[in-house]
């Protein structure tokens, strides 16, 4: 079946740091992959997404390149400011007609002044 | 336009007891869906709607969970009698067409003692 798995978190950052938080998958077929983002209190919202491979998904400064060859969505971000401190979920819909999205475990990003 | 509304925001329950979750979608969309995550853990696909039917409920996880979309506008969620396991954060969304994004609620988190 279709998979994601998300690195452990919480993430913890200085402001201006570099981010990086890996994501893997397992699906059949030509899924796109998404990244979504809660801040607390509100819901999730899309963040980027990518529909094939080595399309590279941006939004915020964030980035994410679609790697089939490694099965990889890896989200990053130049400088990480404290307004980004959030979770962060790597997700996937399989395609074929499936649009459910499949999510991973969420990835908690702290980001200190 | 106004978001994907969820009340209550938080709900605490004894177990034994029954809890009713609201979900208003976005104006206009037919699809609405509920997914849960239990702390820690991937958020899950319970259920998707189309207008009042249901269209999928593979996630649902068992018979004491019962969901309805009366006239395709709001949607409730009904655990009884809610266990333990139940508890976690219970997330609607809705979209105008399946290929359309999602639009998330800011959830229900339920913890049930």
């Known amino acids: 079946g279709n998979s994601v798995t998300q690195m452990e978190g919480p993430v913890t950052l200085s402001e201006e740091a570099f981010l990086t938080i890996n994501c893997t998958y397992t699906?059949?077929?030509?899924?796109?992959l998404f990244w979504y983002v809660q801040y607390p209190g509100e819901g999730l919202q899309l963040l980027l997404k990518?529909?094939?491979?080595?399309d590279k998904g941006s939004n915020k400064g964030f980035e994410a390149t679609y790697r089939k060859e490694t099965t990889s969505f890896h989200l990053e971000k130049g400088s990480v400011q404290v307004s980004d401190s959030a979770v962060y979920f790597c997700?996937?819909?399989?395609?074929?007609?499936?649009?459910?999205?499949?999510f991973g475990r969420g990835t908690s990003l702290i980001v200190h002044p | 336009e106004a978001g994907v509304t969820q009340f209550p925001s938080h709900s605490v329950i004894e177990k034994g007891q029954t809890v009713t979750l609201r979900c208003d979608p976005i104006?206009?969309?037919?699809?609405l869906y509920w997914y849960r995550r239990v702390m820690g853990k991937e958020i899950k696909f319970l259920l998707h709607?189309?207008?009042?039917?249901?269209?999928?409920e593979s996630g649902m996880p068992n018979n004491r969970f019962l969901a309805e979309r009366t006239g395709g506008t709001y949607s409730t969620l009904k655990v009884q009698p809610a266990e333990l396991e139940d508890s976690g954060v219970y997330f609607c969304?809705?979209?105008?067409?399946?290929?359309?994004?999602?639009?998330f609620g800011s959830g229900t988190r339920l913890t049930v003692v």
């Open positions: 969304a809705s979209s105008k067409g399946q290929t359309y994004g999602y639009t």
């Open positions: 699906a059949t077929g030509y899924p796109s």
């Open positions: 990518a529909t094939k491979a080595d």
């Open positions: 997700a996937l819909t399989p395609g074929g007609g499936s649009y459910i999205p499949t």
């Open positions: 104006s206009g969309h037919d699809n």
């Open positions: 709607f189309v207008k009042e039917s249901k269209q999928d």
